[in-house]
C-alpha cells in the first residue's frame, strides 16, 4: 500500500532560521503531492502542491518544495522562518485517476523559537 | 469565504448516543470526504462520495455511516458513539474534473468529545 512518511513529528527552529520539513512517499509511479498547513484551532490550508510540471514548486508565505524522483521525496523548505510559521504540516500524495483520494503523513509540528 | 462549512463545530455527547454531522459546499465540487484526525495519526479517510450515487468506505468506516442527500451535502453519522470517537472530523471536497490531480478543499472541522 501506498504510504507518506513525515520524518520527526516535532521540528523546532529559531526565527530567522531556514525550515525543513521532510516527506518521502513510496511508489515508483510518480504521484501527485501536496502540503497543507493547519493553525491552531483552524481547518488545513494549501500550501502547495506538485502535479508533474517544474519540479521546484513555489507556494503561499514563502515555502516551496522540490520534487525528487529517485528520492521518492518532496521536502518543504523556507529561507527564513518568521513566528507566524508555527503550524502543524501534512504531507499528502494522491495518484489521481479514478481514485483521487489523497494519502497523509502523520503531520510535523513547527516551533518557531523567537 | 465559506466555501465549505461544518456544522456544528463542536459537539459533546455521551457514550451510546446517535450523533450526525453535517457538511456543506458552495464550491459545485462533485466529490466529498470526511476524515477524522487524532493527535500523532494525521488524517485518516472515513469515507468518500464521488457523487450523490457513488459512496465509498475509507480506512476507517466502522462504527459510522454517511449520507449524500444532494451534491452539496454530505453529513457524517454516528450511530451509537464510543469515547475513542472523540476526534476533529474534516469535510473535504474536490472537483473530477481538474485532471485527477485531487487538490481538496476543506472545512473548519467538528470538535467531537464523546463522554
Known amino acids: 500500500a501506498q504510504s507518506v512518511t513525515q520524518l520527526g513529528s516535532h521540528v523546532s527552529v529559531s526565527e530567522g532560521a531556514l525550515v525543513l520539513l521532510r516527506c518521502n512517499y513510496s511508489?515508483?509511479?510518480?504521484?501527485?503531492l501536496f502540503w497543507y498547513v493547519q493553525y491552531p484551532n483552524q481547518g488545513l490550508q494549501l500550501l502547495l502542491k506538485y502535479t508533474s510540471a517544474a519540479t521546484l514548486v513555489k507556494g503561499i508565505n514563502g515555502f516551496e518544495a522540490e520534487f525528487k524522483k529517485s528520492e521518492t521525496s518532496f521536502h518543504l523548505t523556507k529561507p527564513s522562518a518568521h513566528m507566524s510559521d508555527a503550524a502543524e504540516y501534512f504531507c499528502?500524495?494522491?495518484?489521481?485517476?479514478?481514485?483521487?483520494?489523497?494519502?497523509f503523513g502523520k503531520g510535523t509540528k513547527l516551533s518557531v523559537k523567537p | 469565504d465559506a466555501d465549505v462549512t461544518q456544522t456544528p463545530r463542536n459537539r459533546i455527547t455521551k457514550t451510546g448516543k446517535r450523533i450526525m454531522l453535517e457538511c456543506s459546499q458552495t464550491k459545485g465540487h462533485d466529490r466529498m470526504y470526511w476524515y477524522r484526525q487524532d493527535p500523532g495519526l494525521g488524517l485518516r479517510l472515513i469515507y468518500y462520495?464521488?457523487?450523490?450515487?457513488?459512496?465509498n468506505k475509507g480506512e476507517i468506516s466502522d462504527g459510522y455511516s454517511v449520507s449524500r442527500q444532494a451534491q452539496a451535502k454530505f453529513s457524517l453519522s454516528l450511530e451509537s458513539a464510543i469515547p475513542n470517537q472523540t476526534a476533529l472530523y474534516f469535510c473535504?471536497?474536490?472537483?473530477?474534473?481538474?485532471?485527477?490531480?485531487?487538490?481538496?478543499?476543506f472545512g473548519p472541522g467538528t470538535r467531537l468529545t464523546v463522554l
Open positions: 473535504a471536497t474536490s472537483d473530477s474534473r481538474t485532471s485527477g490531480r485531487n487538490e481538496q478543499f
Open positions: 462520495s464521488f457523487d450523490v450515487k457513488d459512496i
Open positions: 511508489s515508483s509511479v510518480p504521484p501527485y
Open positions: 499528502a500524495v494522491s495518484y489521481g485517476g479514478s481514485q483521487g483520494n489523497l494519502i
